[in-house]
């Protein structure tokens, strides 16, 4: 997502509107950054110092000045920068060689200068590996202007950075909401799920024809607005994967209050491809084990939803027996008490005795604690223990 100083947008009414690039500026900003990435392939080997002077003397005195600024933002964390040496300490190696330099006090004729007369001596006592023609780099490689750009970790294409820039640029507008609300009509499990992976404090509830979210908001919260506005930035993708859907967020922009509305024609591209089935390790281990324990049983990740009134329920697995009996299996591991309060809520108001709880002993809760066939785990599920109870229900 894109730093607020790199924003661009205009408020229309109670509304915020994205100052995105259009179908019909693109020839223009494809050029831009085709120069861009030629930029970045250029520089490999190379200091970020030098390409910080580059990308610079590029920029100009372009009035679009933040458009190449966010453009060449979304590039950088597709590099892989670093020390040119990574096994060397240079923070020990500057300790040394300050500790060296004390003992042949005063050593320089200027504050950056060390004295030749004592310059390669303090030098050879220190590390025989450095030379004095390129200090700064072999003594201060740790620091980020002197790092190296090592490699890309993901290429992209001018047509894909155009895209990406107008996601980050609603991702960043989606960062100071204070609440957003979303009325989806299809793709819920993809939805629910990176709606679940991002952590956000979400209420699901019916509507006629789908489902409701209302997800609060980065500002909306006392502490940790960082780190859980990221969270919310990173679910829109996610939320860009079904076909139909709105979204209205209220925003908190310029000491004021506006929109932020979106939809399925909204023009903005996903990156996301299909989510990582499985929330936790412990997740991933038992469907796993359970194919192999009972390989008549059919198992499916979170394919029912169960309606709650106000909410939903969406078990982790669902597990069917050869002669198609169903049963709904949710594994509660480790989580918040305030999380494992809400969870305990909606297992209780689903009342669903096909509903089997699979719980990890050291949350703070007791069979006492939950309604229906429970089965306590310690650091790995006793799939052979599931499956025998499923067979005796």
């Known amino acids: 997502m894109l ?15 994205p100052s995105y690039i259009t179908r019909k500026q693109s020839p223009h900003y494809l050029r831009i950054a085709e120069k861009l990435i030629d930029i970045y392939e250029r520089h490999l080997g190379k200091t970020r110092r030098e390409l910080d002077d580059k990308l610079m003397l590029f920029e100009g005195e372009r009035l679009n000045y933040k458009v190449v600024r966010g453009l060449a933002n979304i590039l950088d964390k597709n590099i892989i920068t670093g020390p040119a040496d990574e096994e060397k300490d240079y923070e020990k190696l500057r300790e040394r060689l300050f500790a060296q330099v004390e003992k042949h006090r005063p050593v320089v004729r200027s504050r950056d200068l060390l004295h030749t007369k004592v310059k390669d001596h303090v030098i050879a006592d220190v590390s025989p590996g450095i030379t004095g023609d390129d200090l700064q780099m072999q003594l201060y490689g740790d620091l980020k202007a002197n790092h190296i750009i090592k490699d890309w970790e993901r290429k992209t294409s001018p047509e894909t950075l155009l895209r ?22 299809d793709s819920y499990k993809i939805v629910f799920r990176y709606l679940k992976l991002s952590r956000l404090m979400h209420r699901i509830y019916p509507l006629e024809n789908g489902y409701g979210i209302y997800v609060d908001g980065p500002l909306s919260l006392f502490s940790r607005t960082i780190k859980y506005g990221i969270h919310l930035a990173k679910f829109l993708p996610g939320l860009l994967l079904a076909e139909k859907w709105d979204m209205r967020a209220s925003i908190r922009l310029r000491d004021q209050d506006v929109f932020f509305p979106l939809n399925q024609d909204c023009g903005l591209h996903s990156h996301y491809r299909d989510a990582h089935p499985f929330d936790s390790s412990v997740e991933e281990m038992f469907y796993k084990k359970f194919q192999k324990a009972a390989p008549n049983w059919q198992i499916e990740r979170e394919a029912d939803i169960i309606n709650l009134g106000d909410t939903v329920l969406i078990p982790d697995f669902t597990l069917i027996s050869p002669e198609g009996k169903k049963f709904l299996l ?64």
């Open 164 to 185: 990406r820039y107008n996601l980050q640029l609603a991702q960043g507008i989606l960062y100071r909401a204070e609440s957003m609300t979303i009325r989806l009509h």
């Open 3 to 17: 730093p607020k100083q790199l924003l661009r947008y205009r408020i229309e009414g109670d509304h915020v509107v």
């Open 330 to 393: 949710e594994i509660i591991g480790f989580w918040t008490p305030e999380y494992l309060s809400k969870k305990l809520e909606k297992i209780n108001a689903a009342n669903r005795e096909d509903l089997i709880l699979v719980v990890n002993q050291q949350l703070n809760c007791s069979r006492e604690d939950f309604r229906g066939k429970v089965i306590f785990f310690k650091n790995r599920i006793d799939v052979v223990k599931v499956v025998d109870n499923l067979k005796t229900k």
